[in-house]
């Protein structure tokens, strides 16, 4: 262990990159609840997959067993562009609000996508093309999801056909451009081009949408398009997988100056980057080598962990998707159209939910304007101004960063700053002017989109 002063940044070197996703499954002892075939309500099986999934993606959401699975080289050689990705000591922040705590934040940024969604994109265009596919499909929330596929199935000149929210689509028109810049054509979901959308349409007139409509519309052409498939930026245990990245790097950079963090935190919206940064902490937790306090932050208007039940849901408003056994608030939930619009996903990871339910995570959620106020507060002395979804762990850092400052102790936090802002100006903008307001569902609204869960037996 060094004794000297821990950088601001902490790099690694090329050669210290990881050559292998780590799969945190292999170490779970109670694995995830399968996924079940939306008509017969059985295990879904790689056969049944085919038609929505590429076929080496199957693989890896239905391995539960590998711990490490290899990255092929050609994703190494693009992953050297922006990775590694710099682990942060937030000095300038500890010293505004005057804590004793140590405070680091993995910054995922830097990159053409602003965020830490490039990580998994690529790896899903690179198995499209291996597999000799003309393109593929998705839904994007805030625009990043959609941003990193974008550019990735430009790298492998493949098609790509997004579907995005409304109400981001609307909020978010630059997000949209650089989508179309790097070729991808992008439609506001709901739409009148399929049928799931129109449906949806004349059963929610006016809806400004929400990412399980825009899955509904991304898989019906997939399904429907010769020589395409769909790819999702979340939720599924192949994506937490190829986000494992980030925890590999963010641990490594720690080890090498023997840093140690007492807890770690995520926002949590489908799961990409809380699943991904915590995996390898969790799995020293799991293997009782070491212990963490982990907590995965939501949005309050759309509090899937902290107000949701665990119950088998489809993971898709047209009920068209597998059903996954997941904390959810309901297929049919269409969220409040709040900014931060990657967290608008009415379930959670199926890996994630299980390890809440084992209670080896915690989960809190947080409203709108005191996000966007700990956003500036972050932005004001660290210079670089966060994505409202990464405002999520930055509140609840600076929270805990405060109680240190109560009692004295100096704990240290690792949170996830998975990527830049300079597309959410409207959302600024509306804090600022005071007019941002905050949506919080009542029990009622809850109860109402929960009663319409369907009923599994297995």
Request: charged fraction near 25%; hydrophobic fraction near 35%.
């Amino acid at each position: 262990m060094t004794t000297e002063k821990i950088p601001y940044k902490i790099y690694l070197e090329e050669t210290e990159m990881p050559t292998h996703y780590y799969n945190l499954r292999g170490d779970m002892t109670k694995k995830p609840a399968p996924l079940l075939h939306p008509g017969t309500g059985k295990p879904l099986t790689f056969e049944e997959m085919e038609p929505i999934f590429c076929e080496e993606l199957i693989k890896q959401e239905l391995d539960e067993d590998s711990k490490y699975i290899p990255i092929p080289q050609e994703i190494r050689d693009f992953y050297k562009m922006y990775r590694p990705s710099p682990l942060v000591r937030a000095y300038c922040l500890e010293e505004r609000i005057g804590t004793p705590a140590k405070i680091y934040y993995k910054f995922e940024g830097n990159n053409t996508s602003g965020s830490h969604k490039l990580n998994s994109a690529i790896a899903q265009a690179y198995y499209a093309k291996q597999q000799g596919l003309k393109g593929v499909t998705t839904e994007t929330g805030a625009g990043q999801w959609g941003t990193a596929l974008s550019m990735a199935c430009s790298y492998f000149q493949l098609d790509c056909k997004v579907y995005m929210v409304k109400v981001s689509y609307e909020q978010k028109p630059f997000r949209r451009e650089v989508m179309r810049t790097y070729g991808a054509s992008v439609t506001p979901s709901p739409s009148d081009t399929t049928n799931i959308g129109r449906k949806i349409l004349a059963d929610h007139p006016g809806t400004t949408g929400s990412l399980g409509c825009a899955i509904s519309e991304a898989v019906e052409v997939a399904t429907s398009t010769e020589g395409y498939r769909y790819v999702l930026g979340s939720v599924l245990n192949q994506v937490l997988l190829h986000q494992s990245i980030i925890g590999l790097e963010a641990k490594a950079a720690m080890d090498k100056y023997g840093i140690k963090p007492d807890m770690i935190i995520g926002a949590a919206g489908g799961g990409s980057n809380l699943g991904g940064l915590i995996a390898p902490f969790m799995g020293e937790k799991i293997r009782g080598e070491a212990d963490y306090r982990i907590i995965a932050v939501e949005p309050a208007s759309c509090p899937s962990f902290t107000r949701g039940k665990y119950a088998y849901d489809f993971a898709d408003t047209g009920k068209i998707c597998p059903l996954a056994k997941m904390y959810t608030l309901g297929s049919n939930y269409i969220p409040a159209p709040n900014h931060a619009g990657g967290l608008r996903y009415h379930g959670m990871s199926t890996t994630l939910s299980e390890l809440y339910d084992q209670g080896l995570m915690e989960a809190r959620a947080v409203s709108q304007t005191d996000v966007f106020a700990a956003a500036e507060e972050f932005a004001r002395v660290e210079g670089i101004l966060p994505a409202p979804e990464s405002a999520h762990a930055i509140k609840v850092a600076i929270d805990e960063a405060m109680k240190c400052k109560e009692t004295g102790e100096e704990k240290t936090i690792l949170f996830g700053l998975t990527g830049t802002g300079y597309f959410d100006l409207v959302a600024y903008q509306k804090y600022n002017d005071g007019v941002m307001e905050d949506f919080i569902p009542t029990d009622e609204e809850i109860a109402a989109s929960l009663a319409t869960l369907p009923e599994i037996e297995l």
